[in-house]
DNA sequence: CTACGTGCAAAGATTTTGCATCTTG
DNA sequence: CAAGATGCAAAATCTTTGCACGTAG
């Protein structure tokens, strides 16, 4: 993936054996938190990475809009692939359930906010809280 | 206010001077980390609490449905009265301006995910991420 | 070579917990 | 009184930083 050297060099950044593992790890999970990242980056069969390695390395990914992140919960950024971004997430209160859900569905809301405010919004760093149809009935 | 103190106790909960006074910072503040709860608690004139009880303050009138909580930024959650909770947030990516947004403007949204998904979403506990007009026209 | 990055360990920041003591109901 | 809450300080989490050494370009 030369391309993403070539993204880093024209950021002044470098290209290394780290930032290849840690974007890769983040493929491989989807969403995760830089914990479980860490933890997922050995998979790959190579040596652990220290968590602060992690962290750089998301921050240098994020930087270059590689990845990004929403907080799902409490504690714990949980991050992705910025081209698997094409969702926003409910999460239930009731079960801790995540969801994912298409960006179209909330385009009036984006219009709406552009057109009142200016505001230019990204919908896919969002988590929606609520309850899932299980949680729901259970009350 | 004997209403809070009714509410508690039907949990099983007590009516502590400690909580009114949490609770009375979190009305005057709008919006707050359980830090700047923490520091506005003394501004009633009484001594200030320990932030272990502010914490589990808030997480009792949380329990309660009387206050609520949104992750504005990576650390730190900010709390609100959930009266107070008639709108959405807009953060902004670039100079970290917080707008509010009434929650009609999310109507389709709710109602497309309670369709396909049949999740219940409450949308007042929402931070949208983005640009504001300003950070937006200095690109 | 010369930045920039990595490892490691220590420091920070934030939240939670144990326990003796005090209060509410 | 008894069940809960509080205070305080210590522990647990989660993230960031300083610094000497390694390495991409």
């Not at 993204?7 to 054996?17: D, E, I, M, P, S």
């Not at 930087?63 to 504690?75: A, I, K, S, W």
């Not at 149809?133 to 259970?138: I, L, M, P, V």
Request: with cysteine.
């Amino acid at each position: 993936m030369s391309d993403l050297g070539a993204q880093l060099r024209a950021r002044g950044k470098r290209l290394t054996t780290q930032r290849e593992r840690v974007l890769a790890a983040v493929g491989r999970l989807g969403h995760a938190t830089p914990d479980e990242i860490t933890d997922s980056v050995g998979d790959d069969g190579g040596a652990a990475l220290p968590v602060s390695t992690v962290y750089r390395s998301l921050d240098a990914l994020q930087e270059l809009g590689l990845v990004g992140h929403t907080h799902v919960d409490h504690r714990s950024p949980s991050y992705h692939l910025a081209e698997h971004a094409t969702h926003l997430h409910v999460v239930c209160r009731g079960c801790g359930w995540v969801g994912e859900v298409p960006l179209q569905m909330a385009d009036e809301l984006v219009a709406r906010v552009d057109d009142q405010l200016g505001f230019a919004a990204d919908v896919s760093h969002a988590a929606v809280h609520g309850l899932c149809r299980t949680c729901r009935e259970a009350l």
